[in-house]
């Protein structure tokens, strides 16, 4: 199923007992529609940060900034690349595996990363403004942070918000597990080779 921006605004309506819909047309006239949009792309990017969703991972060889690190620990700084959401891991393309790193704010106000090897690659997670790419646990869990955001406007009830708030923490414990599952694969049972000695 294809996602759209009107439809995870539905979501959370419903999630706030409101079953009039908003319609594509509507969206900039109707007031819950722009009340819902006001906190629209932080509560996306917020929820993107909450978890290392598969959909939105990606990948990105660094590029050394022309800074000088004030940490001796880390005396490489790399650019934070512009869809980075939020940085996972610091893989070292020589030794293939991952090492530590410390979020630093350059001299520009950017953001950057100090790191203890010369020849990195970032693993984050991005930005992921097309809908239709959302994942249906993504989805589901933005609408029910959406509506705990705009909730009280919407409705003037703190406890639905406070309700759906619940629901959001519940359903992104939830898309945890299933992200855990994919991709993981099944361990042989080698119980015989170890029986036999």
């Given amino acids: 199923m294809a996602y759209s921006k009107v439809g995870i605004f539905n979501m959370a309506l419903h999630h706030l007992s409101i079953t009039a819909p908003i319609s594509v047309n509507s969206m900039d006239k109707d007031s819950k529609a722009i009340i819902l949009n006001n ?3 932080t509560a996306r990017d917020e929820v993107l940060k909450a978890f290392d969703w598969g959909f ?29 959401i939020t ?18 704010i350059n001299s520009n106000g950017d953001k950057s ?29 933005l609408s029910y942070y959406l509506a705990a955001l705009a909730g009280e406007t919407i409705t003037g009830q703190q406890k639905k918000a406070d309700a759906c708030l619940q629901k959001y923490e ?28």
Avoid: H, M
Avoid at 56 to 83: G, R
Avoid at 87 to 104: L, N, Q, S
């Fill in 56 to 84: 939105a991972s990606a990948y990105k060889d660094l590029t050394l900034s022309t800074e000088k690190s004030p940490n001796p620990k880390y005396p490489f700084v790399y650019d934070c690349p512009n869809d980075c």
């Fill in 113 to 141: 990363y100090l790191a203890e090897v010369e020849c990195a690659r970032l693993r984050y997670t991005k930005r992921v403004e097309k809908e239709v790419l959302f994942e249906p646990e993504f989805a589901l869990t």
């Fill in 170 to 197: 519940w359903k992104l414990n939830k898309a945890k597990q299933l992200n855990a599952q994919e991709g993981a694969a099944e361990d042989e049972d080698n119980s015989e080779y170890y029986d036999v000695r």
């Fill in 39 to 41: 906190f629209y792309e």
């Fill in 87 to 104: 940085a996972r891991a610091i893989i070292d393309t020589v030794k293939g595996d991952e090492r530590k790193f410390e979020p630093y």
